[in-house]
């Protein structure tokens, strides 16, 4: 399971909070699909498009408010997933959750996190660095 480590720190708490917030979410994705659990496996993905819609609203108000350059690149890329994301709960309605929806989801955020969003951590810790 991937986890949340340091390393994908965009130095803005709010945001680090919300990504651990996601990693603990696919983990019990990843525990509902190994144990075979569909209506659990729904309600996690529910949550986690919950959770997911809350964070990118977050994010991107952010980004607009420091000017950040690649601010439609990235709502793109967010938009991409947010279609994803959806078809998989629609899926996960009618059968139980896979393997390969747990690592696209998985490797999708970790990928997502580690190039996109720390390429506008610094645009939002000008003037606030990060804590070491």
Do not use: C
Not at 84 to 91: C, I, V
């Amino acid at each position: 399971m991937t986890k949340w480590t340091p390393d994908l720190s965009t130095g803005v708490s709010v945001l680090d909070e919300q990504h651990k917030a996601i990693f603990q979410w696919l983990a019990q994705l990843e525990s509902a699909s190994a144990e075979q659990r569909t209506l659990f496996g729904v309600y996690v993905l529910t949550r986690l498009k919950h959770h997911m819609r809350e964070h990118f609203a977050t994010e991107e108000a952010m980004m607009k408010a420091v000017g950040y350059p690649d601010l439609a690149r990235h709502q793109a890329e967010h938009e991409v997933f947010r279609t994803r994301l959806e078809e998989l709960q629609l899926k996960s309605i009618a059968q139980d959750i896979s393997a390969d929806t747990v690592h696209f989801l998985s490797h999708w955020l970790s990928n997502h996190i580690a190039k996109s969003d720390l390429a506008y951590a610094p645009f939002l810790t000008q003037g606030n660095p990060p804590a070491k």
